[in-house]
């Protein structure tokens, strides 16, 4: 049961991104163009609004600075014991180095993760990540990158089976009893995250890893500004399922 509400859970948050949003619209106008010619020139237009918005970078800078300011960089003079780099995403390649094979937000994720650590000599790193589609959990692809960017093997810790924030909170809440902990994910996703470690009795500091928006914006659509609104999209919904599971 729990594995079928997660893959429901990600396919209606899916199909409410930007972009499948704006293509089930259009698709509707067609349906209804015969039979009800003025709702399908409404559902039309409403697609198009919905894409040329969200795809505009004024509209998009303003829908992710909604999630992106919870809290503020993490000064490395605070000392921890754990430093969390929570899962995101890879691809499966062969041939380069593993660090290669991580994604946009991965990368800075780890950057941060080992910026603090660095700072901690005899702090851990708890990484995370189940496999998905891939051929391998993200996890052991994170454990790997940071071996190659210096990290020593025995000090990281990888979980593998967790599928989403919730679960990687519980998988990690036996081993941070008393610990101070360094909670590292991007900018709009760590104030849910961090609500997630905070139920399941884990005490974190908050370290945002990536901000996609700018203060300063620039006139253009294209797919970036696309990219900022669908992570706007997905932490609203994501911030609404959590409320209402509370």
């Not at 990600?10 to 009800?36: D, E, H, R, S």
């Not at 990540?129 to 891939?134: D, R, T, V």
Request: proline share 5%; aromatic share 10%.
């Amino acid at each position: 049961m729990g594995i079928v509400l997660f893959y429901f859970k990600k396919t209606i948050g899916m199909m409410l991104m930007p972009i499948p949003l704006t293509l089930v619209t259009m698709c509707l106008a067609f349906l209804l163009m015969k039979k009800w010619p003025k709702v399908a020139k409404f559902f039309l237009f409403c697609g198009i609004l919905i894409l040329g918005l969200t795809s505009w970078n004024p509209v998009a800078n303003t829908l992710i600075a909604t999630v992106e300011h919870d809290y503020s960089v993490f000064n490395i003079e605070q000392p921890v014991d754990v430093v969390i780099v929570l899962g995101s995403g890879h691809k499966d390649l062969s041939n380069t180095p593993t660090v290669m094979a991580l994604g946009n937000s991965a990368l800075f994720r780890l950057e941060e993760g080992l910026r603090i650590l660095k700072a901690n000599p005899n702090a851990q790193l708890f990484v995370s990540g189940y496999s998905g589609e891939m051929t391998e959990p993200h996890a052991e692809v994170m454990r790997r990158a940071a071996i190659e960017l210096g990290v020593k093997p025995d000090k990281i810790k990888a979980f593998s089976l967790a599928k989403d924030t919730e679960e990687e909170a519980n998988s990690m809440k036996p081993y941070l009893d008393g610990k101070r902990v360094a909670l590292v994910t991007e900018a709009s996703h760590l104030k849910r995250a961090s609500i997630f470690f905070e139920q399941a009795g884990i005490n974190i500091i908050p370290a945002p890893a990536l901000y996609l928006g700018s203060e300063k914006s620039d006139w253009q659509i294209d797919a970036n500004a696309a990219y900022k609104s669908q992570r706007a999209f997905y932490e609203w919904l994501g911030r609404g399922w959590q409320w209402i599971k509370e």
